[in-house]
């Protein structure tokens, strides 16, 4: 295929090429509509919903572009300072079993 690309390459531009066939496309539509017959009004309506459409997933994808960005730094930097605990009541000073003083 001419326009696949190896799984190395940036994921923004794969993004940059969705937004780019949707703009391409909120353009398109309305001329065909017009080769069809359908009212200015309609096509011009039809473009303004493609347009606003485009723009509300080109703002939800940058904005899961940045958040899967912080999650990969997250994962590469190493915490330092920082001890790993086994578990939510996991503290200093030993384990605490209860009483030591026999129930009877």
């Keep these: 295929m001419t326009g696949h690309r190896p799984p190395s390459e940036d994921s923004r531009d794969s993004s940059t ?26 096509a011009a309506g039809t473009a303004l919903g493609l347009a606003a459409v485009t723009a509300v997933c080109r703002i939800l ?3 899961s572009e940045r958040g899967a960005a912080r999650l990969h730094a997250e994962e590469e930097v190493p915490q330092r300072g920082r001890r ?7 503290h200093r000073g030993g384990r605490h079993t209860g009483g ?5």
């Design 61 to 63: 994808l940058r904005q």
């Design 100 to 104: 030591s003083t026999p129930v009877g």
């Design 17 to 42: 090429d969705v937004v780019r066939w949707a703009v391409f496309s909120c353009a398109l539509v309305p001329v065909v509509l017009l080769w069809y017959g359908t009212s200015l009004a309609g």
């Design 84 to 90: 790993h605990r086994s578990g939510a009541g996991a």
